[in-house]
């Protein structure tokens, strides 16, 4: 045998083989790999060989339990016992080289050791298989074994605790098996209802009804139907019954059943029903009645019979009405109907045009549209128990009856039998009674304005009518796969949609892309189910436009008479976008609860607990939102100077049903320790007796507010003070009335009263001295009409109330509308009479000092030149032309001209000085 076969003989094992050798520390340098151990782990020999085995042999860093640990644990046991070594089953994830990800995988290998002459391991042949589909096989089985015990155990807690009774009867009608709902159903227990007949609980008036069902369950109908029946205890049971025939080998072997009770369904049912007539009459009567004029005989029938609906001793009416002197509200009775036993008021003068405020227990919800009632033991010495006393009545409801804002009446109702306390539903119902006669009224009034309003309101009550008569709902047949068989006649009303533009196509047409996916996906449950509910979708009208309707699908493709899936929707697009609009509003009031500046809180003062909307981690006064959810944060707060004073005024408002408001103003401790001003402003919930129920309200930090109100006082003292030494005059004109409002230095400056003379054209202009007043006129009204002009500015005389004439400067700001139109103007007038005058002055002293210096440059000059001539004649002996004596004479005429000049303009100045004294 040749050398190298051995090496051949490795590589052609089927069998995946790896050698690996054993080094220091527990490591192991794999040496040797054969191709079936290569791609069993998707490497390459130069990935392997000569590697260290833990370098390539990794953990999962996301399931260290299935990593290589326990494959080196063997390797060393091997080491250890020299003996081979089994693992089974044994997990080790495998990175994908192709995707990177690790996978999960499970390997069975025997480990061989090879030993030397001296009996030491050398290498260890390790030969692995992978079983990872068995195991992902056992796996999978037993999960699938679990869900199944799982399944059959919700099974039978469904049969157990199901309130609907669920049975199964044999082809005789007798029971053979019922679940504890059905027991208690007939009255009887499970093991005595058990082959008992369904015969002995059927009533005589359905027994051929129920008989008739249960030969189409026998035949292989599925079938459903409503009757009564009798139960062992004697009473009477509404059930609607579901009957389904069971199929062995082709053929009926038995009937399963599920019976809902219905039995109160059916007594609220006809209760509704009954009211509702009795509403649809009642309202179409009143409406009839009061069509012209309001017929008190027939209100009076009409009285009586709700009254003995309602089991009461009284029912009445009040008008209400505005007295012309006064304006209070003065009450008249105006229909009654009461029982034989109780004594009539109709007569009963005390009752006509009295005050509504003389019984003031009455009047606070009335007003407010709420309903009154009352019982005689609770009621306070006064007025209204006078009445309740001289009128035998024991018990008071009273209704408002308003038409637009005004209260215009109310209908009472008196029980002269019991103190009766007045249920919530009863209030309600006769409360929708009231409103019919409130309808009437309105129509009433109404007819009396216009007849149209009449004629409009009777054609929308008879397109109401019609609506309600022929229903909203949208019934359609589809086939299994969606496509229409029939459709209603609603489909054009509603959607705009002809029943035959949609025979035969398929519901995806008219089903919005984005909502198809999921109304399909739903569809399809039907295969497996007998009923679904279709959450809402958008169904495309006439117009292209998108409805949102619900849909309920029921399969009925085994009934003969249908052979389709009957899909009943209701157009809910209204439903939608109130539920939308409710979710805009609040999502709009939370944002504006975050924004404001205020710390809004809602005080449940029944439970005593406060809940406080946090702007954000700091709120209002630096605290934190844990701090601020304290119970007793506000009140340890609250400086204690101020505190037993607002408890007491709390107190107060709180405690009287007439107020509704509070707004409080105190101290408040922040965070810092600093106190801070608030205004607490809240308000007051109340039930219809006047308890306070909540409190509602905000407090504002008005630090600021009051820091700058006292520097508005400061600014405002140092104004008038400065306004005291000043020669302004203050003034403000509205335009479009020509109305002017002056300050105190108006009388002051120009010593004309401030009530006096308050517009601009009747007085002001006319004291304008003539000159100036029509420059005045030209420039305001030049301001006023020039929308790009906001400031008016001019110079001119003014007439003052002791005849004196006055420079003044008028100045001016103007105030415009949106348009651009001067509808105010703001100013000052300053009495500049001083500074005139003046500068007069110094302008006469200027043309002086002008002539002075003309005098000094020209005139003093000439003798002065003629002197210096003469001076140099007589330096220079040149007394050829004229001699010494006359060079002499010459200068002492040249020097008294100078002395002259001179004492002009010595004159002139003291002439200047005298006038500017």
């Known amino acids: 045998m040749r050398e190298n076969c051995w090496k051949e003989i490795f590589e052609a094992i089927p069998f995946a083989c790896l050698v690996l050798e054993p080094q220091e520390c527990s490591a192991f340098m794999m040496v040797e790999a054969n191709t079936a151990y290569l791609e069993l782990l998707g490497r390459s020999r130069e990935d392997l060989l000569g590697?260290?085995?833990?370098?390539?042999?990794?953990?999962?860093?996301?399931?260290?339990?299935?990593g290589p640990d326990s494959f080196f644990a063997t390797l060393e046991k091997v080491i250890r016992l020299g003996e081979k070594e089994e693992v089974n089953d044994l997990r080790y994830d495998v990175e994908n080289k192709v995707t990177g990800e690790l996978e999960e995988r499970y390997f069975s290998s025997q480990n061989f050791p090879i030993k030397n002459e001296a009996g030491k391991v050398e290498v260890i042949l390790h030969c692995a298989r992978e079983v990872t589909a068995e195991n992902k096989r056992k796996k999978r089985d037993k999960e699938i074994e679990e869900e199944l015990s799982l399944s059959r155990q919700q099974f039978k807690n469904f049969i157990r605790s199901n309130p609907d009774g669920l049975y199964r009867l044999d082809m005789q009608g007798n029971f053979l098996h019922v679940n504890e709902s059905l027991a208690m159903m007939a009255g009887l227990p499970a093991e005595e209802l058990i082959k008992s007949n369904f015969?002995?609980?059927?009533?005589?008036?359905?027994?051929d009804l129920v008989i008739e069902h249960f030969e189409r369950s026998r035949q292989g109908k599925v079938t459903s139907f409503e009757a009564e029946f009798l139960a062992a205890t004697g009473n009477l049971v509404a059930l609607k019954i579901l009957l389904m025939p069971m199929f062995l080998e082709g053929s009926v072997a038995e009937v399963h059943g599920i019976a809902k009770d219905i039995t109160q369904l059916k007594h609220s049912e006809k209760v509704i029903m009954e009211k509702s007539r009795f509403l649809e009459v009642n309202a179409a009567f009143v409406s009839s009645l009061l069509e012209k004029e309001i017929n008190q005989e027939a209100l009076q029938q009409t009285f009586g019979v709700i009254a003995e609906t309602v089991e009461v001793d009284r029912m009445y009416y009040f008008e209400a009405n505005s007295d012309p002197e006064t304006g209070e509200i003065l009450i008249s009775q105006k229909v009654e109907w009461c029982s034989e036993k109780t004594i009539p008021q109709i007569d009963n003068k005390e009752l006509q045009n009295m005050p509504i405020k003389k019984v003031q227990e009455i009047t606070g919800p009335l007003v407010k549209n709420l309903p009154f009632t009352a019982i005689l033991d609770e009621l306070a010495p006064g007025e209204l128990r006078e009445i309740f006393i001289e009128q035998q009545i024991k018990s008071m409801l009273l209704l408002p009856v308003f038409v637009g804002d005004s209260l215009t009446g109310f209908v009472g109702f008196d029980d002269c039998t019991y103190q009766r306390i007045w249920k919530e539903e009863e209030i309600t119902f006769l409360k929708g009674l009231t409103q019919n006669l409130t309808n009437a009224f309105e129509r009433n009034a109404a007819l009396k304005k216009a007849k149209q309003s009449e004629e409009e309101l009777k054609l929308s009550e008879q397109k109401f009518r019609a609506l309600v008569q022929e229903g909203a709902d949208l019934i359609g047949i589809l086939d299994i796969y969606g496509c229409y068989s029939f459709v209603s006649e609603n489909y054009k009303k509603i959607l705009g949609l002809d029943p035959q533009e949609l025979i035969g196509k398929n519901a995806q047409y008219f089903i919005h892309p984005e909502d198809w996916?999921?109304?399909?996906?739903?569809?399809y449950q039907l295969k497996n189910q007998k009923q679904v509910k279709i959450s809402p979708f958008r169904f495309k009208n006439k117009n292209g436009e998108y409805r949102w309707v619900q849909t309920t699908a029921t399969n009925l493709l085994n009934d003969s008479a249908v052979k389709g899936i009957v899909a009943n929707s209701l157009d809910i697009t209204m439903v939608i976008e109130q539920a939308r609009e409710i979710e805009h509003i609040n999502e709009r009031y939370q944002l504006a609860a975050t924004a404001t500046q205020d710390l809004i809180y809602d005080w449940d003062l029944v439970k005593n607990k406060v809940t406080r909307f946090h702007r954000?981690?700091?709120?209002?006064?630096?605290?934190?939102?844990?701090?601020v959810d304290q119970y007793d944060f506000w009140r340890n707060n609250v400086h204690p100077e101020d505190k037993q004073a607002e408890k007491k005024k709390l107190a107060i408002v709180i405690?009287?049903?007439?107020?509704?408001?509070?707004?409080?103003?105190?101290?408040?401790?922040?965070?810092?320790?600093?106190?801070?001003?608030?205004?607490?402003?809240?308000?007051?919930?109340?039930?219809?007796?006047?308890?306070?129920?909540?409190?509602?309200?905000?407090?504002?930090?008005?630090?600021?507010?009051?820091?700058?109100?006292e520097a508005l006082k400061v600014a405002n003292k140092r104004f008038k003070m400065a306004m005291k030494a000043t020669n302004e005059m203050i003034w403000d004109w509205e335009i479009d009335t020509d109305s002017v409002t002056r300050s105190k230095g108006y009388k002051k400056i120009f010593g004309y009263d401030t009530n006096e003379a308050t517009t601009v054209h009747a007085f002001w202009l006319r004291k304008v001295v003539d000159e100036d007043r029509g420059k005045v006129q030209r420039s305001l009204a030049d301001a006023i009409n020039n929308t790009g002009v906001k400031k008016w500015k001019l110079e001119y005389r003014f007439v003052k109330a002791d005849g004196m004439i006055a420079h003044i400067i008028d100045r001016g700001y103007i105030l415009r509308d949106s348009n651009g139109k001067a509808t105010r103007m703001v100013g000052a007038v300053l009495d500049v009479t001083n500074s005139r005058r003046l500068l007069q002055k110094v302008q006469k002293q200027n043309k002086v000092l002008k002539e002075i210096a003309w005098e000094q440059s020209h005139v003093v000059r000439a003798p002065l030149a003629r002197i210096k001539g003469l001076l140099?004649?007589?330096?220079?002996?040149?007394?050829?032309?004229?001699?010494?004596?006359?060079?002499?004479?010459?200068?002492?005429?040249?020097?008294?001209?100078l002395d002259d000049i001179i004492r002009n303009i010595v004159e002139k100045t003291e002439k200047i000085n005298v006038e500017a004294r």
């Open 517 to 523: 996916p999921r109304v399909n996906q739903q569809f």
């Open 199 to 207: 015969i002995n609980f059927c009533t005589p008036h359905d027994q």
């Open 655 to 709: 405690s009287n049903p007439n107020e509704n408001f509070i707004k409080t103003e105190y101290r408040f401790r922040k965070a810092d320790g600093t106190y801070a001003r608030v205004v607490d402003r809240g308000y007051i919930i109340r039930d219809y007796t006047g308890k306070a129920l909540r409190l509602i309200g905000a407090t504002s930090d008005i630090s600021e507010i009051i820091t700058k109100r």
């Open 872 to 897: 140099h004649l007589l330096e220079e002996e040149l007394f050829e032309e004229m001699s010494k004596k006359e060079i002499l004479f010459h200068m002492k005429e040249s020097a008294n001209e």
């Open 616 to 627: 954000g981690p700091q709120e209002l006064f630096g605290y934190s939102a844990e701090a």
């Open 51 to 66: 590697k260290d085995s833990r370098e390539i042999f990794s953990s999962n860093p996301n399931l260290s339990e299935y």
